[in-house]
């Protein structure tokens, strides 16, 4: 996302997160092969490459910046020893 290409992945836990569906890329179903081709095919439309690739960007650079990666890191290990922040 941050070099501004679009993103077609699968609908796992981790890509849920950084991935909004339409808005700056494409989340197919788990495990349907079809389903993931026909999704690259859309592809082709450079409007919609170039709209999920300048939406990816805008999004890693606001919603994974290394600040916000370290304070989320930080908060799961406070919580693993039982603090509250």
């Known amino acids: 996302m941050l070099h501004k290409n679009p993103i077609v992945s699968s ?17 197919a179903p788990v495990k ?16 919609l490459r170039d709209k999920y690739g300048r939406n990816g960007y805008n999004i890693v650079k606001t919603k994974f910046t290394l600040k916000k990666m370290f304070e989320g890191t930080a908060n799961v290990n406070w919580c693993a020893f039982g603090y509250k922040k």
Do not use: P, W
């Open 11 to 27: 609908k796992t836990s981790a890509m849920r997160e950084a991935i909004t569906n339409g808005l700056n890329g494409i989340l």
């Open 32 to 47: 349907n092969l079809v389903e993931f081709k026909n999704d690259f095919k859309r592809l082709k439309n450079k409007k």
